[in-house]
């Protein structure tokens, strides 16, 4: 077939429209992906005879099923679950597990999606996958969690394996979820595997996976400004969410030398212009995992800060920002905001938390702007690393994983710059990740044929 006879970017989106329908988000995830691809493979022939990005864009398999739970009153509830395996070519699917009322089958696409680029970026043999359900934990009790992640796991144990599907945490999913559903597969399989990650460390766990997604993006920050001889020291820098990754987020700036001055959750965010302290955090930790409470707290436990209802913290003038909470929570109007107000670099903790017109507001702007699929994939580069250790039957020690996730963060930085930089000092992360991860699963496809 001729190159002419292709189908162009816009032909192609329109199919992902029509086979798609009423999903924004996974829609909204290819989008953003296909525009550079289509520019890389334009004198490429396999990768267009072999349909690879249309086959990439098309999950290997969506599975979707009942969970029923009885809630603390006696009760039956009903939930939706689903596990979306996107793509194994380069190893065994991978990817967290989200517990939110807002999960659909279009969320979780875009977000499996996604990770198989993430994956294929941190240089490590994993697949891309994600799931979970539409269940709230909010203000449910330890028991009815408990009762849930069973239910859950009871349905998802025979779709998954340590060398099939190994699931871990996101939103609404932490060490606890991670163990209850880890207990409720050793139960069933009577097997003790490396199934899930984010385990705790007396079971599997590794040392500092909980920190190494808000550690990581700040790595990829500092990384992105010392390609322009500067550091996070001194730097002002508004940070959303209040759960794992923003709080960890928030920590490696202050030991950077940094001042992060927001976080927020869904009631609103908060503004400490003294800057967040390590103890605040730790009390931001303390407060929002293990009493399940608001950030609006924060302003009455710290004086001098205050709580703005509803709102997001994209206008409080700032160096950085790291959007840390979820997707499409920041918008056109919000990067200009930041833009104008100064803000030099946008390192995404959150996966897509800059809509489309705001990542053009960025690269219009010519800022530096990290997509999550580079700056937040130190957790699922921890996440692969203790499937190696659980793989080995042994544990590698903190030190040794600090050096190994700023290692992989470094070379995730450098190839977006092999395929980003746009000379004249303008380093285009997003389509140097794109095609980083690209290249990687397609070459690997070609390989295995039309399978
Ligand atoms: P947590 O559950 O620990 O925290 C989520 C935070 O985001 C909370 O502050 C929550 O507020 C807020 N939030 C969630 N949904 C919404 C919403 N619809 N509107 C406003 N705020 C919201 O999750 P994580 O920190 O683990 O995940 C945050 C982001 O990082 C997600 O995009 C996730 O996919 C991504 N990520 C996570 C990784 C990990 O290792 N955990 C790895 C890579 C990416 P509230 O308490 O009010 O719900
Ligand atoms: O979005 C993500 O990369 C995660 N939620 C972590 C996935 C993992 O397998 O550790």
């Not at 699931?167 to 606890?176: H, K, L, S």
């Not at 007396?202 to 920190?211: A, T």
């Not at 507001?361 to 580079?374: L, Y």
């Not at 992989?408 to 794109?434: P, S, T, W």
Request: a negative charge; aromatic letters at 8%.
């Amino acid at each position: 077939m001729a190159v002419s006879d292709h189908v162009d970017l816009d032909g192609f989106m329109a199919g992902v429209n029509r086979r798609n329908p009423h999903q924004p988000e996974f829609v909204q995830a290819v989008q953003e992906v296909a525009q550079d691809i289509f520019e890389f493979i334009a004198d490429k022939e396999d990768y267009h005879e072999q349909q690879i990005l249309r086959r990439i864009a098309e999950p290997d398999r969506v599975v979707s099923f009942r969970v029923c739970w009885e809630d603390d009153t006696g009760c039956i509830r009903v939930q939706r679950g689903w596990r979306v395996q996107n793509n194994n070519a380069i190893g065994p699917y991978k990817g967290g597990l989200r517990f939110h009322s807002s999960v659909n089958e279009s969320v979780l696409k875009f977000l499996a999606f996604e990770q198989t680029f993430k994956n294929a970026l941190t240089g490590l043999p994993m697949g891309g996958g994600k799931g979970g359900s539409n269940f709230n934990p909010k203000g449910k009790s330890k028991r009815e969690i408990m009762r849930f992640c069973q239910s859950f796991m009871t349905e998802l144990y025979r779709h998954i394996g340590p060398d099939t599907d190994v699931p871990a945490g996101d939103i609404g999913v932490g060490a606890r979820e991670i163990g209850f559903m880890f207990g409720q597969y050793k139960r069933i399989t009577n097997q003790f595997e490396g199934v899930l990650t984010g385990k705790s460390l007396e079971f599997g766990g590794s040392m500092i996976r909980p920190e190494a997604t808000g550690y990581g993006a700040v790595y990829f920050l500092a990384n992105m400004l010392a390609a322009k001889d500067d550091e996070i020291s001194g730097k002002t820098a508004v940070i959303s969410g209040s759960g794992n990754v923003a709080t960890h987020a928030a920590e490696k700036i202050v030991q950077l030398g940094g001042k992060p001055v927001t976080l927020s959750d869904s009631g609103g965010f908060i503004h400490d212009p003294e800057g967040l302290t390590l103890a605040k955090i730790n009390w931001v930790k303390e407060h929002k995992t293990h009493r399940r409470g608001r950030i609006s707290d924060y302003a009455k436990e710290f004086t001098g800060s205050t709580f703005h209802e509803g709102e997001a913290p994209w206008n409080v003038p700032c160096d950085v920002a790291l959007p840390c909470a979820t997707q499409n929570e920041l918008h056109g109007d919000d990067a200009r905001a930041l833009v104008g107000n100064g803000c030099i670099a946008v390192s995404e903790g959150a996966n897509m938390p800059s809509d489309l017109e705001a990542v053009r507001v960025f690269k219009d702007a010519k800022i530096m702007f990290a997509p999550g699929k580079a700056a937040n994939a130190g957790g699922v580069a921890i996440s692969g690393l203790e499937m190696s250790q659980n793989s080995e039957r042994r544990s590698w020690s903190e030190e040794e994983l600090q050096i190994m996730l700023k290692d992989i963060m470094n070379g995730i930085h450098e190839r977006c710059l092999r395929f980003g930089d746009q000379g004249g000092g303008y380093i285009d992360y997003v389509k140097g990740a794109n095609i980083a991860g690209f290249k990687k699963v397609a070459d690997a496809m070609l390989a295995f044929g039309v399978v």
